[in-house]
T-cell receptor, first 117, second 115 residues
Framework: GAVVSQHPSWVICKSGTSVKIECRSLDFQATTMFWYRQFPKQSLMLMATSNEGSKATYEQGVEKDKFLINHASLTLSTLTVTSAHPEDSSFYIC?????????????FGPGTRLTVL | AQSVAQPEDQVNVAEGNPLTVKCTYSVSGNPYLFWYVQYPNRGLQFLLKYITGDNLVKGSYGFEAEFNKSQTSFHLKKPSALVSDSALYFCAVRQTGNRDDKIIFGKGTRLHILP
């Protein structure tokens, strides 16, 4: 149990276009999901905390108008990179916290590699 | 604000030898500590956590970690390394007991197990 999926697993897009990445909790409901980005050989940088039914909380320095997060249901959060540029190329990872279980563990998705040409 | 440090970028260990991956933390109050492992182009997999109780925590794949409050450390250990343990390991800390609170990750330590 506790599987988190991401779609797509990789995407290549042209500069100026928008890209949507989906994060789904497959067998549990998640009231909270987190979005991270990871540069090559570097750690995970928390971008935002996504709560179902409310606005996401962005970390300092993360542009909320560029990285749109929507947590529309208890099993789905989406990250849209708007007007993508080459510097947005990165590995994006989401994680989910089960909403109704006694657990302290975040479950991570497999990641989405975004390449902007 | 909480932070976590992994002083080694890379650790090399011969197969069969014990391994240690170091982690120190800084947090006000009681720490909630985690270890995750990442294989190439994959998300993170949970290994173990310390919330309270025994200082020695046992986790997945034979790994364990020892919480040392006086040294503010949470080193990851395994008695006998396997080649398949080669991966990127992240230590992480959460400042509160609220599971919806954010987790801060260290920069990661790449573990190479030499056959």
């Amino acid at each position: 149990g506790a599987v988190v999926s991401q779609h797509p697993s990789w995407v290549i897009c042209k500069s100026g276009t928008s890209v949507k990445i989906e994060c789904r909790s497959l067998d549990f409901q998640a009231t909270t999901m987190f979005w991270y980005r990871q540069f090559p050989k570097q750690s995970l940088m928390l971008m935002a905390t996504s709560n179902e039914g409310s606005k996401a909380t962005y970390e300092q320095g993360v542009e909320k108008d560029k990285f749109l997060i929507n947590h529309a249901s208890l099993t789905l959060s989406t990250l849209t990179v708007t007007s993508a540029h080459p510097e947005d190329s990165s590995f994006y990872i989401c994680s989910a916290v089960p909403g109704f279980e006694i657990t302290d563990t975040q479950y991570f998705g497999p990641g989405t590699r975004l390449t902007v040409l | 604000a909480q932070s976590v440090a992994q002083p080694e970028d890379q650790v090399n260990v011969a197969e069969g030898n014990p391994l240690t991956v170091k982690c120190t933390y800084s947090v006000s109050g009681n720490p909630y500590l985690f270890w995750y492992v990442q294989y190439p182009n994959r998300g993170l997999q949970f290994l173990l956590k310390y919330i309270t109780g025994d200082n020695l925590v046992k986790g997945s794949y034979g790994f364990e970690a020892e919480f040392n409050k006086s040294q503010t450390s949470f080193h990851l250990k395994k008695p006998s390394a396997l080649v398949s343990d080669s991966a990127l390991y992240f230590c992480a800390v959460r400042q509160t007991g609220n599971r919806d609170d954010k987790i801060i990750f260290g920069k990661g330590t790449r573990l190479h197990i030499l056959p």
